[in-house]
């Protein structure tokens, strides 16, 4: 991996195989290598970037809104019109990408996408805010710790009380940049959801049978709007999917080529 000066922001930078074809973009709270296992599975080269304020690369300034700051790194990565590849926040960017530069998104795959404002489910998106309420509430306490734990939850992988202190710390120290995603993926700033029919190019959606129930409810929004979209669901998966069930994943990616 290697630190990459792009419009002006560090990004750390991992580059695998011959010229970039894919670009992958993972979830808040964890790191591109995450995503290395898939990336390995596809053809053509990949490249995957830590988000701002993950691993290696600059903390997010603050400035503006943090999925368009993200997008904006991840545009520059794009030469040329590509597969772009997201997991959960990582898939509200690579939405993001689609909707505004269309000419650099050849093919959009997303895994398990937290745009929580595009499902029209009413129940699924009460059962939503009853989860977030607490996370909400710990949060506003000053209690990272907490709202961290809750978060993992519903949204991350494997045993909270399982993970080394050091992990759990760093989770909750980047609980604000769950928070800074809310006026893009819940109040829908940047009107995604006003925008989903103009989508052209393939749409592939994959998620877990086992997630909580905003993500079906998202999915079917977006195939609502957007015929070409194919939903695709991993059994006995959870939103951790593209890590867990990374041979699944790959094959539902490469039917869809």
């Not at 809310?182 to 393939?202: K, V």
């Not at 195939?223 to 695709?232: F, I, N, S």
Request: with cysteine; proline share 6%.
């Amino acid at each position: 991996m290697a630190i990459e000066v792009r419009g002006g922001r560090e990004l750390n930078v991992l580059r695998l195989g011959g010229a970039a074809e894919n670009l992958l973009l993972h979830c808040t709270l964890a790191r591109s290598e995450a995503l290395v296992p898939l990336a390995q599975t596809l053809p053509g080269g990949s490249v995957l970037m830590d988000l701002l304020g993950h691993g290696k690369s600059a903390e997010w300034d603050g400035q503006g809104d943090y999925q368009s700051a993200n997008a904006a790194a991840a545009l520059d990565l794009c030469d040329g019109p590509m597969h772009i590849i997201g997991h959960s926040f990582g898939a509200t960017v690579a939405l993001r990408l689609a909707l505004d530069h269309p000419d650099r998104v050849k093919r959009l795959t997303l895994i398990e996408p937290v745009y929580f404002a595009l499902a029209t489910n009413a129940a699924a998106q009460a059962d939503h805010i009853g989860r977030f309420t607490p996370i909400h509430a710990a949060y506003t306490a000053g209690d990272l710790q907490e709202a961290a734990r809750l978060f993992h939850s519903d949204w991350g992988g494997g045993s909270w009380d399982a993970m080394p202190p050091h992990t759990q710390a760093g989770f909750a120290r980047r609980m604000p940049l769950i928070m800074a995603g809310t006026p893009s993926i819940q109040d829908d700033i940047h009107d995604a959801a006003g925008r989903l029919s103009q989508l052209q190019m393939p749409v592939c959606l994959i998620r877990g049978e086992l997630s909580v129930p905003i993500v079906p409810a998202i999915h079917a929004g977006i195939c609502a709007a957007v015929p070409q979209a194919r939903d695709h669901v991993v059994p006995n998966a959870g939103h951790m999917v593209p890590l867990t069930h990374v041979a699944q994943v790959a094959q539902i990616i490469a039917s869809e080529a």
